[in-house]
C-alpha cells in the first residue's frame, strides 16, 4: 500500500501534469470504488470541472475542482494514477479514464479493486479530517511539540500500534514505520509512555529523516507501485530491516526477526532496538 512518501510523490506529479485542466469526459469499467454513487451521478457532479490542484491528507489523494468539490481517493493496495500526453490503450486492469483537455488522459488502475473515490464538499471534508486523522506527519506545522503532545495522550500503546494508528498522526505505514522504530534503536513492542525525552526526539527526527528520504529516492517499489509515469521508486534498496528477516543487522550485526506487532508484519534487530 502506498505510504505517505509515495503519496505525495504522486500528488506532486500529478499537480504538475493536471492543474488548471478541464475534465472532458469519464468513462467507467469497474465502479465498486465509487460506492453508493453510481458512475452517472459522479459523471454529472465531475464532468466539465476544472481541476484547480491535486494535494495530499495522510495517506489521500485530493483532487480540488472548481464549485467547492474535492474528489478524495484512497489507493489502499494496487491503485495507481497514470498519466498520458495523449490517446493511450486501456489495459485490463484499468478501472477508469479521466479524458482531459488538450487530447491527454489519466487512467486509474487498480488490480485487487480496492481503491476507494469519494467526492466531498470542501467544508465537509475538512470537519470530517478533523476527527478521522490526526495531524499530518510531514505537512504539519505544529512540529515537535505537537508530536509530543500527541504521544502523552496513549502512554500505554505500543509504539508500533500508536504510529499506525491514523487517529494519532496521519501518513504512516507499515513499512515507513518499521524503518523509522529502526533509526530510533527503539523496539517496536515498547510502550510509548516509557519514552524519555532524548528518545522522544530521535524517534521524531527518525520519522521526518525517513519519510524525506522516502520522497527523495522516488518511494518503495515492493510490490506494485509506479509513479504516474510508470516509473518505480528506488528506496527499497535503503531499507535497512523492512523485509529483510534472518539478514545481519546493518548497525550491530545480530540477526533481524519478523514478529506480529499491532496486527501486522513487522521487521527489526531485537538487539539494538531498545525494549
Known amino acids: 500500500m502506498p505510504?505517505?512518501?509515495?503519496?505525495?510523490l504522486i500528488a506532486r506529479i500529478l499537480n504538475g501534469c493536471l492543474a488548471g485542466k478541464k475534465i472532458t469526459a469519464i468513462k467507467f469499467f469497474y465502479t465498486g470504488m465509487l460506492g453508493r454513487l453510481s458512475a452517472e451521478d459522479f459523471v454529472e457532479k465531475v464532468q466539465g470541472k476544472q481541476i484547480l490542484k491535486v494535494s495530499r491528507r495522510g495517506k489521500y489523494l485530493h483532487f480540488c475542482l472548481t464549485g467547492e468539490k474535492i474528489l478524495e481517493v484512497?489507493?489502499?493496495m494496487t491503485g495507481a494514477f497514470f498519466f498520458f500526453q495523449e490517446a493511450h490503450r486501456v489495459d485490463k486492469y484499468v478501472r477508469a479514464v479521466f479524458f482531459l483537455e488538450g487530447g491527454s488522459e489519466l487512467h486509474f488502475r487498480d488490480i485487487r479493486k480496492f481503491a476507494t473515490f469519494r467526492l466531498w464538499d470542501k467544508g465537509e471534508l475538512e470537519k470530517f479530517n478533523r476527527t478521522r486523522l490526526g495531524p499530518d506527519l510531514l505537512e504539519d506545522v505544529h512540529g515537535f511539540h505537537f508530536f509530543l503532545e500527541g504521544l502523552k495522550k496513549k502512554p500505554k500503546s505500543r509504539l508500533k500500534t500508536f504510529l499506525l494508528d491514523q487517529k494519532n498522526f496521519s501518513g504512516l505505514g507499515n513499512i515507513?514505520?518499521?524503518?523509522?522504530?529502526f533509526r530510533a534503536c527503539l523496539n517496536p513492542s515498547r510502550r510509548v509512555g516509557t519514552l524519555n525525552f532524548s528518545e522522544q526526539l530521535n524517534l521524531w527526527r527518525s520519522i521526518q529523516n525517513v519519510l524525506q528520504e522516502g520522497i527523495e529516492h522516488g518511494g518503495v517499489s515492493v510490490a506494485n507501485y509506479q509513479d504516474p509515469y510508470g516509473r518505480p521508486g528506488e528506496f527499497q534498496k535503503r531499507l535497512k530491516v523492512y523485509r529483510r528477516e534472518n539478514e545481519p543487522c546493518p548497525r550491530c550485526g545480530h540477526v533481524i526477526v519478523r514478529r506480529v506487532v499491532a496486527g501486522r508484519g513487522t521487521y527489526f534487530c531485537p538487539a539494538c532496538q531498545v525494549f
Open 3 to 8: 505510504e505517505l512518501p509515495e503519496v505525495e
Open 74 to 76: 484512497h489507493l489502499r
Open 176 to 181: 515507513y514505520t518499521d524503518e523509522a522504530l
